[in-house]
């Protein structure tokens, strides 16, 4: 696609319910990035993808945070039994190769009530 | 880890100059930069690779001192457009290798006034 896609845009989640947050990358990307961004605040890293390898998971603030992206391309971040401090907005980033920038998706804003 | 971003908030008038400041204290591989207007995703601005390296494109660029572990984003003669918050992202230099992920600073929020 012309960008990364984040679906889906707003969510709102019972305390303990599980979610799934969908990302897109642009295709051909071989890097993809979750970012949990809360408000006022820098993007934080999450997790980190090599087609299909996750590289990186050193971001995962628990194990209730699990993220795939099984054929290499389509990922999925999701969090079990949510709570609400894990009320922000999850951005997605891809990049090609040898990651000169990234392009963020709009993100998903999970609050959780 | 985080790098430190000064100004945290800056005001303009339109016409007028801004420097944005990121300091790190690891060792950096490069530096991006990024603008986010509310409620949006953060766009690319330009990435910095080499110690001294400048760059630029309109209105807005930026240096990357890799000795100092800095870098400073300058936008001149800001137009309205620019308002938003700039975040810089660092990548790491560990080792023999290099941080697979960036960390962002917390941003600088700029606001340009007519």
């Known amino acids: 696609g012309a960008g990364v896609s984040q679906s889906p845009r707003y969510k709102v989640a019972k305390r303990g319910q599980d979610v799934a947050l969908r990302c897109d990358p642009i295709?051909?990307?071989?890097?993809l990035f979750w970012y949990q961004q809360a408000l006022g605040q820098g993007p934080e890293f999450l997790t980190y993808f090599q087609n299909e390898a996750q590289l990186d998971k050193s971001g995962l603030p628990s194990d209730r945070f699990f993220a795939e992206r099984p054929e290499g391309s389509v990922s999925t971040l999701k969090i079990q039994r949510t709570q609400q401090e894990d009320s922000a907005v999850y951005l997605c980033?891809?990049?090609?190769?040898?990651?000169?920038?990234?392009?963020f998706g709009s993100g998903t804003r999970l609050t959780v009530v | 880890q985080q790098p430190v971003q000064s100004p945290q908030a800056v005001i303009l008038r339109e016409g007028e100059d801004a420097v944005i400041n990121c300091s790190s204290s690891?060792?950096?591989?490069?530096v991006h930069w990024y603008r986010q207007k509310h409620g949006e995703a953060p766009i690319f601005l330009m990435i910095l690779l080499k110690g001294g390296e400048q760059k630029g494109h309109d209105k807005i660029s930026a240096s990357f001192n890799e000795k100092k572990q800095q870098s400073s984003l300058y936008l001149t003669a800001s137009q309205l457009s620019y308002s938003g918050t700039y975040f810089c992202g660092t990548r790491l230099i560990l080792r023999d290798n290099y941080g697979q992920n960036f960390v962002f600073g917390p941003g600088t929020r700029l606001s340009v006034l007519p």
């Open positions: 690891k060792a950096l591989y490069s």
């Open positions: 980033a891809s990049s090609n190769r040898d990651i000169r920038g990234y392009t």
């Open positions: 295709s051909g990307h071989v890097s």
